[in-house]
């Protein structure tokens, strides 16, 4: 009995030992994210999540030329003329946070006709920027549909480091990375900004244009099958 005991004890501590451990990985910091917005809870993202920074991240990589120019003025130039100046940034930056925040706590974004009565808290930050950056990127490319499919690989050094994540977008079999760069505080790894935006934007405004081609052809091929 005793013997059995001293193993039980052991086998214990291995695996708090292991845990703790773990808990100090970016592989962690992931499951948490995902577990956070499967609860819808705010708190804990915003442990494991650098929200300012990443609303900074999506204002100033949305705004690159490399995205304006696939993007195009259909989208964004209202919001684009808003924010070019960079005298509204900070408002800007206020207004993706609490749409992100809202995302959390919903699950989608919401376009602007949307959003005008739904948190009386975040008026603020809604008549700040008012044009809902999230909400617009979402109606154009399903930003809200990415499935989450795994880690890709993750690299680190001392306090910082990078986890590429596997994201399948809506009605595409090719997945994309998408790039979190990670800094440790306390022991916890968080999230700061997604390093490669930019190219994600990009690519997912390319598979939208693939599906809109698909669509076309299929609706070609239907209409001459039709009058055949």
Known sequence: MRLFLVLVLVIGLSLGGWYWCYMSTPQYTVDQIEKALVGHDVDRVREYVNLNTVSENIVDETLSKPVLSTMGSNLLMKWMFSAASG???????????????????????????????????????????????????????????????????????????????????????????????????????????????????VKLMEVKGSNLRKQLDSEQSSEGSSQI
């Open 87 to 201: 005298l509204f940034k900070k408002e800007l930056v206020t207004g993706v946070e609490q749409e992100l925040v809202d995302y959390v706590k919903t699950g989608s974004f919401k376009a602007p006709a949307e959003t005008s009565k739904e948190s009386e808290s975040s008026k603020d930050a809604e008549d700040s920027h008012g044009l809902h950056l999230l909400g617009l990127l979402d109606r154009s490319l399903a930003l809200g549909k990415l499935r989450y499919k795994g880690i890709e690989s993750v690299d680190t050094s001392e306090d910082i480091g990078l986890i590429a994540l596997k994201m399948l977008p809506e009605g595409s079999d090719k997945e994309l990375l998408v790039k979190l760069q990670i800094t440790k505080v306390e022991g916890k790894w968080r999230v700061d900004r997604v390093k490669n935006l930019q190219d994600v934007l």
